[in-house]
């Protein structure tokens, strides 16, 4: 079973450029996750769908950051203007969902930001 | 707002040795989760703790989940050094009436010597 995948797996743009990324979730996942993990940190969710419809968007920067997931499959997160501190690691996760399975996230290799 | 802690932050363990990593939650939750991350990789799923009293084990790794508490604890027996990683456990909260919202906890990096 293929898993999730993300790309670009690196990106280094200057602050004030532009920058997005990109996840397909594993076939059959209803829910997709975008999670900002800074160098030492836990993982720090940015925005969840359901299908194509926004969960949580509570975290997400929304004066810089947008997301959005057309289809209900394929997802893009986009930066735009970067700041220094957007440097991280951008994870993308989906889970099956259902009541047993809901919180078992499957992660992306990620994406790594580095802003200058 | 839900916070999760963990602790110790770093750990260095002498190969063969046992030890605990914690894991404290500030609000009711009844799932946890423990997930592993090795130095520029991914984050791998270890454990999902679903209910009071939940206990998983898998090899030399066992996780217990004590919901009253708001505690979980990941048990590591006799250790050896392929476990070095960074540890993470996550605590699930309900949102917009949704679940698989996780808050993760900072993590714990177990380094393991000979």
């Known amino acids: 079973e293929a898993g999730v995948a993300q790309s670009p797996r690196y990106k280094i743009i200057e602050k004030r450029q532009s920058v997005a990324f990109w996840c397909n979730p594993i076939?059959?996942?209803?829910?997709l996750y975008w999670y900002q993990q800074i160098l030492g940190q836990g993982p720090k969710l940015l925005i969840q769908?359901?299908?194509?419809?926004?969960?949580?968007d509570s975290q997400l920067p929304k004066d810089r950051f947008s997301a959005e997931r057309l289809k209900g499959v394929d997802s893009t997160l986009k930066i735009q203007p970067a700041k220094l501190e957007d440097s991280a690691v951008y994870l993308c996760?989906?889970?099956?969902?259902?009541?047993?399975?809901?919180?078992?996230?499957?992660f992306g290799e990620g994406s790594r930001l580095t802003v200058l | 707002e839900l916070k999760v802690e963990q602790n110790p932050l770093f750990l260095s363990m002498q190969e063969g040795k046992n030890y605990t990593i914690y894991c404290n939650y500030s609000?009711?939750?009844?799932?946890l989760y423990w997930y592993r991350q090795d130095p520029g990789k991914s984050l791998e799923s270890l454990f999902v703790?679903?209910?009071?009293?939940a206990v998983k084990q898998e090899g030399r790794l066992m996780a217990s989940l004590d919901t009253k508490a708001r505690l979980s604890t990941l048990h590591i027996t006799a250790a050896v050094h392929d476990l070095s990683a960074t540890y993470f456990c996550?605590?699930?909260?309900?949102?917009?009436?949704?679940?698989?919202?996780?808050?993760f906890g900072k993590g714990t990096k177990l380094s393991v010597k000979p």
């Open positions: 996760a989906s889970s099956l969902g259902g009541l047993l399975g809901a919180g078992e996230l499957f």
């Open positions: 076939s059959g996942h209803a829910t």
């Open positions: 769908f359901q299908n194509n419809g926004v969960v949580d």
């Open positions: 609000t009711t939750s009844d799932r």
């Open positions: 703790l679903l209910s009071n009293g």
């Open positions: 996550a605590v699930e909260r309900y949102y917009g009436g949704s679940q698989g919202n996780l808050i």
